[in-house]
C-alpha cells in the first residue's frame, strides 16, 4: 500500500536507509507522462520486499502495476521500462519497452523505469591479527564493504551480513556469541575444526539456539590445507562470493519475491490487488474487488450484467 506521498529527496533518503538496512528494493522514476495522469515526471517511489510503496509515481490506476512489475523485477535482478496507459493511446511500442495497458479513467499515460537495488554485502571481520585486516581489504577491493572490530555489538551487525570472527583464541566464545544473536546472513569461524568443535560446544552448553551454532562455519573459507594468511583471506573470501551467489548473503540472488493475490475489476477491466483496500462486495458467493468507489457502486446497482460479461469473457 502507499505511504503518504514523498518528494524525490524523501524517497532518495528512504533508499539510504534501506540499503544501509540491507535489504532489497525497487526504485521507480515517472520519465514521461501524459495527462492528465497525477504522475509526474521525475516523481519518484520505492517498492520494497514486501509491497510497501514509499513515494508517488501515480493514482489508484497505476497501483497495483508497479507492485506487480516492481516485484517481479526484483525477482529477475533486471530493470524495465514501463509504458502504463489506454491501449488506444500507447501507439508504436519501442523495442526494450514492457507495455501494460491500463484501464484509468483519467485517459492518461505514463512511462515508468524501474530498476531493482540489490544492497552490497558488508563483511565484518572481528579480530586484529594479519588475516584479519588483509581479509577486510580483499573485501573493499570487491567493492563490497569491509569493517574490522576487536570486539562485536550486536547491533553493528547489518541485516543480510558476514560476521567472520578471527579473534584466534582472544576471546572466540564471546565474538561467537554476539556474532550468532546478531543473526547474519553468514558467520564463519578462524580456527582449526578441532578448535571448532570446543568453542561450539562452550556455545551449546551456554544456551545458544541449536540451529544459530550448527549454521557456522567451521573452519571459515574454502579448505585449501596448509595456507599463509593472505591465502586464507583469500580463502574465506572465495567463500563469501559463492554464498553470495546462490543468493544467501547480502540478497545478491533475488530469488522468489511473494506477490499479492490479483483480481480483475468487473466494471473497468483493471487488474486491483485481490485484499481490503480494493473495496470488496460478495456476490452469489464469489468476492469482487474495485479499482474506486464508483466501479464497486456500479456494480452493486446492477450486478447482474457486470457477472455476465466475466462469465462471456471467460468462455
Same mark, same amino acid.
Given at each position: ?157 547489518? $541485516?543480510?551480513?558476514?560476521? +567472520?570472527? &578471527? @579473534?584466534? *583464541?582472544? %576471546?572466540?566464545?564471546? #565474538? ?5 544473536? =546478531? ?54 573470501? $572465495?567463500?563469501?562470493?559463492? +554464498?553470495? &551467489? @546462490?543468493? *544467501?548473503? %547480502?540478497?545478491?540472488? #533475488? ?5 499479492? =493475490? ?54
Amino acid at each position: 500500500m502507499y505511504e503518504e506521498a514523498q518528494d524525490g529527496w524523501s524517497v532518495l533518503e528512504k533508499a539510504v536507509e534501506l540499503s544501509r538496512a540491507g535489504e532489497r528494493f525497487v526504485l521507480a522514476t515517472v520519465v514521461w507522462r501524459q495527462g492528465p495522469s497525477s504522475g509526474k515526471a521525475g516523481s519518484k517511489a520505492i517498492v520494497t520486499e514486501s509491497g510497501e510503496v514509499h513515494g508517488w509515481i501515480g493514482g489508484a490506476c497505476a497501483e497495483p502495476v508497479l507492485i506487480r512489475e516492481a516485484l517481479a523485477a526484483l525477482e529477475h535482478g533486471e530493470p524495465k521500462l514501463l509504458l502504463l496507459g489506454m491501449e488506444d493511446v500507447m501507439g508504436d511500442v519501442p523495442d526494450g519497452m514492457v507495455s501494460v495497458p491500463i484501464s484509468c479513467q483519467s485517459d492518461g499515460a505514463l512511462q515508468v523505469h524501474i530498476e531493482p537495488v540489490i544492497p552490497t554485502p558488508t563483511v565484518v571481520v572481528v579480530g586484529r591479527s594479519p588475516m584479519a585486516h588483509t581479509l577486510v581489504e580483499l573485501v573493499d577491493a570487491l567493492g563490497w564493504h569491509g569493517r574490522l572490530a576487536e570486539s562485536l555489538a550486536t547491533e553493528e551487525v547489518p $541485516a543480510g551480513s558476514a560476521v +567472520v570472527v &578471527a @579473534t584466534q *583464541g582472544h %576471546g572466540d566464545e564471546d #565474538a561467537l556469541t554476539a556474532a550468532i544473536e =546478531a543473526e547474519p546472513a553468514w558467520v564463519g569461524l578462524v580456527a582449526s575444526a578441532k578448535r571448532g568443535e570446543v568453542v561450539l560446544g562452550y556455545l551449546r552448553d551456554h544456551g545458544a539456539r541449536e540451529d544459530r551454532v550448527d549454521a557456522v562455519q567451521v573452519p571459515a573459507g574454502l579448505d585449501l590445507g596448509h595456507t599463509t594468511h593472505r591465502e586464507m583471506a583469500a580463502s574465506i573470501l $572465495a567463500e563469501l562470493v559463492r +554464498v553470495r &551467489a @546462490t543468493g *544467501g548473503l %547480502g540478497g545478491a540472488s #533475488a530469488g522468489p519475491v511473494e506477490q499479492a =493475490a490479483t483480481a480483475i475489476d468487473p466494471v473497468c477491466g483493471m487488474e486491483v490487488t485481490a485484499d481490503e483496500s480494493s473495496r470488496p462486495l460478495e456476490h452469489d458467493g464469489t468476492s469482487y474487488y474495485f479499482c474506486c468507489p464508483g466501479c464497486r457502486a456500479a456494480f452493486a446497482a446492477d450486478p447482474e450484467s457486470y457477472t455476465r460479461s466475466v462469465h462471456a469473457d471467460q468462455e
